[in-house]
């Protein structure tokens, strides 16, 4: 049987975390594979061991620390999860969720979402960022939905509208940002598969026929259950590899983190100037 989570099991989640801090966020920030290290720009940082967290799933990939680091990023207070759960760790889609509940019951207004990611899109090459501007949500499609079960009436309604994912006002000053910073910012759909293989040639041959750009295995169940909530979405993914579209290369989880080495400076750069805009 699912596990869902009831709004007692959510607040006593939340008030572990808010009894070891000392601010009150307003931005959370998810890191994705490899680009854990955005967080050692957070200054007077506490951090907090998910293992540490009741109800909060572990991270048991390579490339996420599995912590929470909150503390101040460009003057902004702010929640940064180093490392994140996925589905095919053998976690409920419940779980996948909680976190963005318990960030909701904390007060969190926005939620910036980062991963890494295959393109899918042969123009995209590994090293440049992508805006996520709309996501096919091929995991939820299958009847994984992490909005599965009760409704939780204290947070949104039983069907929200998903027309309007990421929120183009942040989508906006992500632009700015990039060419104020001479960044390569592509944008593009993310599609969420659930993994942990990688993609056949004739998946990424589908996937581009849907109107896909780059492809991964986290992120969007995240984010329906933050407009679920209301809260407002920014995602950003970094191309990690390029689109295998032919079959002639191999894919590998240290090509990807590897990629994120790259990657980290790009993204912080873009992140330092939203979170400066906000």
């Not at 907090?48 to 680091?69: D, E, F, M, R």
Request: proline share 6%.
């Amino acid at each position: 049987m699912s596990k869902y989570y009831s709004q007692a099991e959510i607040q006593e989640t939340a008030n572990t975390i808010r009894n070891q801090i000392a601010i009150q966020p307003k931005v959370s920030l998810i890191l994705g594979s490899g680009l854990g290290s955005i967080a050692d720009a957070i200054q007077n940082s506490v951090s907090i061991p998910y293992k540490h967290i009741p109800n909060w799933p572990a991270s048991t990939v390579q490339g996420h620390v599995g912590q929470l680091v909150i503390g101040e990023f460009e003057g902004l207070p702010i929640l940064v999860m180093q490392g994140r759960a996925h589905y095919y760790e053998g976690y409920s889609i419940a779980q996948i969720g909680l976190p963005i509940r318990v960030m909701q019951s904390l007060g969190i207004e926005i939620v910036i979402v980062t991963n890494a990611a295959g393109a899918v899109n042969p123009e995209f090459a590994p090293g440049e960022l992508m805006l996520i501007t709309d996501h096919l949500n091929l995991i939820g499609m299958a009847g994984l939905n992490p909005l599965r079960g009760p409704n939780l009436d204290e947070f949104g309604p039983r069907f929200p509208d998903m027309s309007q994912a990421y929120d183009k006002q942040l989508m906006q000053i992500g632009r700015t940002v990039a060419a104020r910073n001479y960044l390569t910012l592509r944008e593009g759909v993310y599609a969420c598969l659930a993994g942990p293989s990688f993609e056949t040639p004739a998946d990424l041959r589908f996937l581009r026929l849907a109107g896909v750009d780059a492809v991964g295995m986290s992120t969007v169940p995240e984010v329906m259950v933050a407009r679920h909530g209301g809260t407002r979405v920014l995602g950003i993914s970094g191309i990690s590899n390029k689109a295998n579209l032919d079959g002639e290369t191999l894919t590998t989880h240290e090509e990807v983190l590897k990629a994120g080495k790259k990657l980290s400076p790009q993204l912080l750069v873009l992140l330092n100037g939203i979170l400066s805009s906000l």
